[in-house]
């Protein structure tokens, strides 16, 4: 008769304080349209099956079966499936903790496929088994899968959980950032930002910065220009009518800047596009 005998050392681990809101399992049936969202708290995605595209503001990441990304709180994301691949995926919903990487930088997005995927891919399968059946201690059972989790991909990927409240965005700057993507047609100025939330302007800029990784100025001129670009290439209005129509106080400014931005001129991206 064969036998191993392994023990087990005894030790103190630092306790993951992270609680579980809710698990889901997602198909990509073309019944809903992709567009970009936030949350207030982290998520973890994983791949079941499928291929498809991972999409931020101004990143794009393929995915297939197997990669998990990591969703820190108030990062616009969403995801498309490939045609003939829809993408099927689980969803975690995490309060307390994001992650950050071992040399401390914020770990905006993370994409870990894993050596042995199955492992990964059953303790999802396990937590929406038990949230879905809501049996005795259900809840307490996804809450240790979890812990087991972040643990598999603490130990795998260099990445640390951290408490939320060193990440979290402040009210502030999530009301800045929706004030932006409402109104970016209009006339904003620093001074516009401070009245909204009575914050010093220039601790405002910073905190905004700190979470965005950009200043609202900055942002307020990149949401612009998204939309610039997506009038240059479903519509026929003039130049000076998207300059004014996505806020810009001049053509010759809407010019200059979206020429930095993207390394071409407004006129020369729709001409390309426009060759599609």
């Not at 197997?66 to 995490?94: F, K, N, R, W």
């Not at 870990?112 to 038990?130: G, P, V």
Request: with cysteine; aromatic share 12%; hydrophobic share 35%.
């Amino acid at each position: 008769m064969g036998h191993r005998h392994y023990s087990v050392k005894l030790q103190d681990y630092p306790k993951i304080d992270a609680r579980l809101l809710s698990v889901s399992l997602a198909k990509d049936e073309k019944d809903w349209q992709s567009v970009f969202h936030t949350h207030h708290f982290t998520e973890i995605f994983f791949v079941a099956n499928g291929s498809g595209n991972f999409l931020f503001r101004n990143d794009i990441h393929p995915i297939k079966a197997g990669d998990l990304i990591i969703i820190p709180p108030y990062l616009e994301h969403t995801e498309q499936s490939i045609p003939g691949m829809p993408l099927e995926y689980y969803v975690l919903a995490i309060d307390g903790i994001a992650f950050q990487t071992k040399e401390n930088a914020p770990a905006a997005q993370i994409f870990c496929n894993f050596d042995n995927r199955m492992l990964i891919a059953d303790l999802f399968a396990q937590m929406y088994y038990e949230i879905k059946n809501g049996r005795e201690s259900s809840e307490q059972i996804c809450q240790r899968l979890l812990e087991i989790l972040i643990l598999r991909i603490m130990r795998t990927r260099n990445v640390v959980p951290v408490p939320l409240t060193t990440v979290r965005m402040t009210k502030e700057c999530a009301q800045i950032k929706e004030y932006l993507d409402t109104n970016y047609a209009e006339h904003i100025t620093l001074e516009t930002l401070t009245s909204l939330t009575h914050m010093n302007k220039y601790y405002m800029a910073h905190s905004f910065t700190k979470f965005t990784g950009m200043s609202p100025i900055q942002y307020l001129n990149q949401r612009r220009l998204e939309t610039a670009c997506q009038l240059l290439r479903d519509t026929d209005y003039s130049i000076s009518d998207i300059s004014s129509q996505t806020g810009f106080s001049s053509q010759s400014y809407f010019t200059q800047i979206f020429r930095k931005f993207y390394g071409i001129t407004p006129v020369k991206y729709r001409q390309l596009h426009s060759e599609d």
